[in-house]
């Protein structure tokens, strides 16, 4: 029962490099979301997905960039890395429910640029 | 501008003693509020919630409970045990669906042996 795996871990990256943090989820979930997590701060929405083909942004998208081509995978992508995306990237999924017990984590991605 | 804030990033207690941990949100639109918990390495657990219509929700050694009027809502864990030790988060959404969660910075609780 694997729920959501994020793909790497940890990593470090150089200033203007680029990446992709993969996500993907076997439960069959319609919603997906990428948060980030800085120090001593609440996760922040980067980008959501409703749906295979659908995406949109959330409160802090800049940077990055998302695809959904299928409903198991949500890969973020990180153009022109810079210093201010170092942080901790959390991956979700859930149902199509207001509620919000039903999102589902990911362990985490550390990300580092320097 | 935050609208869901905790102000206390941390707190220590003792084994079997109670634990409250507060939330304030300003936004009046929210009507629903959930708990996470986290450990280290690892991402968010859903732990408890409560819908804006009731002023209590108690699952186990979990009770959350909600003032509107004060835009106010604690979590209380009775009794306090070490494997509690985790930062919790106080989560917010409106009508309109989870991509609309908005989270607080979190409290670490420390719950000593």
């Known amino acids: 029962n694997a729920g959501v795996t994020q793909t790497p871990k940890f990593r470090i990256l150089k200033i203007g490099q680029s990446m992709t943090l993969q996500c993907a989820q076997d439960?069959?979930?319609?919603?997906m979301y990428w948060y980030r997590q800085d120090p001593g701060m609440g996760l922040k929405l980067i980008y959501y997905s409703v749906g295979a083909g659908i995406t949109d942004k959330g409160e802090v998208p800049n940077g990055y960039n998302v695809s959904r081509s299928t409903t198991e995978d949500f890969p973020l992508r990180l153009e022109l890395a810079a210093p201010s995306q170092t942080s901790v990237y959390f991956c979700?999924?859930?149902?199509?429910?207001?509620?919000?017990?039903?999102?589902?984590f990911g362990e985490g991605s550390w990300l580092t640029v320097v | 501008d935050q609208q869901v804030k905790q102000n206390s990033p941390s707190l220590s207690v003792q084994e079997g003693r109670i634990s409250i941990l507060n939330c304030d949100y300003t936004n009046s639109m929210f009507d629903y509020f959930l708990w996470y918990k986290k450990y280290p390495a690892e991402g968010p657990t859903f732990l408890i919630s409560?819908?804006?219509?009731?002023d209590k929700n108690e699952d186990g050694r979990f009770t959350v409970f909600l003032n509107k009027s004060a835009k106010h809502l604690s979590l209380h864990i009775v009794p306090s045990q070490p494997g509690d030790s985790a930062v919790y988060f106080c989560?917010?959404?409106?009508?309109?669906?989870?991509?609309?969660?908005?989270f607080g910075k979190g409290t670490k609780l420390t719950v000593n042996p």
């Open positions: 409560i819908s804006s219509i009731k």
């Open positions: 989560a917010a959404v409106t009508q309109g669906g989870s991509e609309k969660l908005v």
């Open positions: 439960m069959n979930h319609n919603y």
């Open positions: 979700a999924s859930s149902y199509p429910d207001r509620a919000g017990n039903t999102i589902y």
